[in-house]
């Protein structure tokens, strides 16, 4: 079993900033891929970025350039920084992370989520 759990979600105002935290436990052996997804209500949950373990990473169109993917293995954490927030932005925050347990089964797990609103 593979747990995660977010943190640094919050209130800030357009143009502020968070970073956002994953860390994965459980039986594991190796993560492959870890990201993040969002949702607001009545909206399907949509990807925000994503980094595998070859240090690739992939951002939505509407983030690049304002977030940063990023990883630590020897912690098995992905943070996710925020820069130069915007209103839309406004969501519950879900980590995902698949990984290869020590059953050598892979398993893909899903945080609770952290609640990111940017507001005036």
């Known amino acids: 079993q593979v747990q995660l759990v977010e943190s640094g979600g919050g209130l800030v105002q357009p143009g502020g900033s968070l970073r956002l935290s994953c860390a994965a436990s459980g039986s594991i052996i190796r993560i492959n891929t870890m990201g993040w997804y969002r949702q607001t209500p009545g909206k399907e949950r949509e990807l925000v970025a994503v980094?595998?373990?070859?240090?690739?990473?992939t951002y939505a169109d509407s983030v690049k350039g304002r977030f940063t993917i990023s990883r630590d293995n020897f912690k098995n954490t992905v943070y996710l920084q925020m820069n130069s927030l915007k209103p839309e932005d406004t969501a519950v925050y879900y980590c995902?992370?698949?990984?290869?347990?020590?059953?050598?089964?892979?398993?893909?797990?899903w945080g609770q989520g952290t609640q990111v609103t940017v507001s005036s």
């Open positions: 980094t595998s373990s070859d240090d690739s990473t």
């Open positions: 995902t992370a698949v990984a290869l347990n020590r059953d050598y089964v892979h398993v893909r797990s």
